[in-house]
């Protein structure tokens, strides 16, 4: 075993150091604003935000799960992620797969066709019209799924990823008579888990955070996911605040969006210990390779 020298103890004992103090700027915003939660709305008023409140109140989450809203919220966005997360992953695989086989034709024309609405758009008005017009999405939960199925981004990051599967396994499964989807399925979906994880990641927090599909296309309080609730709310707190209705000072508005915030992040924070060890070599592979 190597045996360190003072140099590089001290080396390592710096970059520990360095790491720390990093981490601790990265938690301290994350604690003083779970504890503004915590705060009365007086104390934040007249002391501002403090690591230890002068006065805890409970009102503000009490009145978070009080609202009937914040579960119908949680429910939609939960279908939405966890449907629009799936079909996305097959749709950009499918065509990350495809373009990532050589002897396809037209190959680099469909790539093309991937890349150009990345660069250049139509405009809000035609995507709308053919959303509502065309689709007729408008008030289905389908309105808050299909308009971010498919995002050229991720296609290339799996077109990127594919490329670097060996093309001799893929001729072994068909020489044992394997079609190109059970090629896929058995093959290339298993020996591509870092990619998958890692956009499946991408279009989570996609689906999770979208608030504008509700706000262009739903108008049924039932299906409002929970961000554009958060929306809602914040609009309204402000507005409060503002004409000092409702009680004024007695009202939580700053602590009720901070407690809102946190009620709203909680199956993301948990989902990221879950993809993070695949995080990394997909992203790095996905995006060079290729």
Known sequence: MHKRSPSERIAQLFIHLILFAFAVCCI????????????????????????????????????VFQNQFIYTGYGVSILVTVVGTLLSLFICGMAGYAMSIQRVRYRNVVAMFFYLPMIFNAGTLPWYL??????????????????????????????NYFATVPASLVESAEIDGCGVMKTFVKIIIPLSKPIIATVALFIGLMYWNDWSSALWFIDNTHLYPLQYMLYRIKSIMDFVRQNGAMGGTDMPAATFQVATLFVTIGPIVLLYPFVQRYFVKGIMVGAVKG
């Open 130 to 159: 053919v959303c509502t017009q065309f689709l007729h999405l408008q008030n289905t939960v389908w309105a808050l799924i299909v308009p971010l199925l498919v995002s050229p981004f991720n296609v290339f990051l799996m077109r």
């Open 28 to 63: 301290y915003p994350f604690i003083v604003t779970f504890m503004v939660s915590l705060s009365s709305e007086k104390s934040i008023l007249f002391n501002g935000y403090q690591l230890i409140p002068e006065q805890f109140s409970t009102l503000a989450y009490r009145m």
